[in-house]
């Protein structure tokens, strides 16, 4: 059944989506000071489901064992780290969270495009959104390019992994060309050049 009755046609909804470390977030943040639109992030959603106490935090503490729980964490926070090194290396762990998760930040975010449903422009940071069927929430989709090489460089930095992890990881997901087939706008982040703010400024 199509979410799109529960949605505003009228509304502009763009899916901001990308690999692993492509720039996302600075891309984001950038057309947040632009143009000051809504922001909503499924990673957000994602940290907040799991938040102690949660339905899906008793879930994912019974699936995985009470060694998921960050036991420096002043509040048994759900160790993300160690989370996603898990589903990262087992598919059939990662299907588990993926299923219980994706269905519920859809949910939520829907609710909260319905809350801004005046709001003419909306941005969608949707890191898994052709994986996780997420498509019919945007009316346009704008794709983050960026070379493989320079994803790794970042990835491993930002987690302190090795090249073979970072690589492992970038290969889980879609790869741009498949991606590139059913976006609207492709934001080039290749170098530093920032190229994506001269189309991002065309585009507004």
């Known amino acids: 059944m199509s979410i799109h009755p529960k949605l505003n046609n009228k509304q502009r909804r763009i899916g901001l989506t990308g690999g692993i470390a492509s720039g996302k977030s600075t891309i984001a943040k950038y057309i947040k000071k632009y143009i000051d639109i809504p922001i909503l992030d499924a990673d957000q959603y994602s940290k907040d489901l799991i938040k102690p106490k ?77 994986e996780a069927k997420f498509t019919d929430l945007c009316t346009e989709i704008w794709l983050v390019k960026c070379p493989k090489d320079i994803q790794k460089k970042r990835l491993m930095k930002r987690n302190q992994i090795s090249y073979d992890e970072a690589e492992k990881i970038i290969n889980l997901q879609l790869n741009f060309e498949d991606k590139s087939k059913f976006s609207d706008v492709i934001l080039d982040n290749s170098d530093d050049k920032k190229l994506w703010i001269d189309t991002i400024q065309k585009l507004f």
Request: with cysteine.
């Open 54 to 130: 949660s339905n899906c935090y008793k879930k994912v503490v019974a699936y995985f064992g009470p060694q998921i729980v960050d036991q420096h964490s002043s509040g048994n926070e759900i160790n993300r780290a160690l989370l996603k090194r898990i589903i990262f290396e087992n598919s059939i762990h990662r299907s588990w969270i993926q299923n219980l998760l994706h269905p519920l930040i859809k949910e939520a975010m829907i609710e909260t495009c319905n809350q801004f449903d005046t709001n003419k422009i909306l941005l969608l940071v949707i890191p898994l959104l052709f």
